[in-house]
């Protein structure tokens, strides 16, 4: 990260009582950028650990079966008209528009998909198909495919009564019926164990776009960085490890395998400190290379 040091130039002090001044000013400074950094160095992640297992060591065990339980009474609430739709299991009632997802799905349209399919990573209870849905009017068919953990595949199955969502484990087998048009995942590279490894995956299903967002990047760290995660109890009670990715190093792997069609940062751009380094919540809308070659 490269610091802005301008507020301690200065010329040289013509006699020691000016110097002390300055001495005491630069003091004041740095001691406030230290509590700044104090202060925003977020208690949700925190550790430096070697790899992904000494991290899922750290964490304590917590069941699934809550978050999902979470996930679930959320649903019921969107189902029944209280809500719009549910993220993470919090309920939202005004709309927040996936831009690059409906860019997506408009370019689809304009070349002449009539059938469209969305393979959506780590989608939960089908919270993006919900509250885009109008969206879909314009296509003949929707496939909204949703590559999740068993648990959720579960209760997906149970809830979820849309015709045009369906649940598998795996992104073969979501896409047994074909490519998709459009891959989305949002927030899911910093909990995976091998998170270029699903990049690789993403690439090869060379779909016409991908919209990968809340990817947690820093600045002049050098190296990922593995971390503990405790959510809050308010939203449903976990511990995991998770990713914070180099900005440089994770541009420089996306480059290897997608043109980069559109970069943005998330609304809690500002709000995060890990480490002392601000976190920025960037998003990436992609074309895989193979994709964008035919």
């Given amino acids: 990260m490269a610091f802005d040091l301008g507020w301690c130039r200065h010329q040289t002090p013509p006699d020691h009582r000016t110097t002390d001044m300055s001495l005491s000013h630069l003091g004041e400074r740095l001691f406030g950028w230290i509590a700044g950094r104090i202060r925003y160095s977020s208690s949700l992640w925190t550790g430096d650990y070697a790899d992904w297992q000494a991290a899922r060591n750290a964490c304590r065990s917590v069941p699934l079966a809550a978050q999902v339980s979470a996930h679930e009474r959320a649903y019921r609430e969107v189902r029944e008209g209280r809500a719009r739709y549910e993220r993470d299991s919090l309920l939202k009632i005004d709309r927040c528009w996936d831009w690059p997802l409906l860019t997506a799905l408009a370019e689809a349209r304009a070349d002449g998909v009539r059938r469209a399919t969305v393979l959506d990573i780590g989608g939960g209870l089908a919270s993006v198909f919900h509250e885009h849905r109008d969206w879909l009017e314009p296509f003949d068919e929707v496939r909204w495919h949703i590559v999740e953990r068993p648990e959720v595949i579960s209760a997906g199955q149970r809830l979820v009564d849309d015709p045009r969502v369906r649940f598998f484990d795996s992104i ?9 048009d459009v891959v989305i995942g949002s927030g899911l590279l910093g909990l995976v164990p091998d998170p270029y ?18 990817i947690p990047l820093l600045d ?14 308010s939203i449903y009670e976990s511990e995991s490890p998770f990713w914070f990715f180099d900005a440089t190093g994770f541009r420089r792997a996306i480059e290897a395998r997608f043109s980069i069609l559109g970069e943005w940062t998330g609304p809690c751009d500002r709000q995060v400190w890990v480490r002392g380094r601000k976190c920025h919540w960037s998003g990436f809308l992609l074309a895989p290379i193979d994709a964008a070659e035919t």
């Fill in 220 to 233: 002049g760290l050098d190296r990922d960085l593995i971390t503990r995660q405790v959510v809050p109890r």
């Fill in 172 to 180: 073969p087998a979501a896409m047994a019926d074909g490519r998709p």
């Fill in 197 to 214: 490894g699903l990049l690789a995956a993403i690439a090869g299903t060379n779909a016409r776009r991908v919209s990968l967002e809340r």
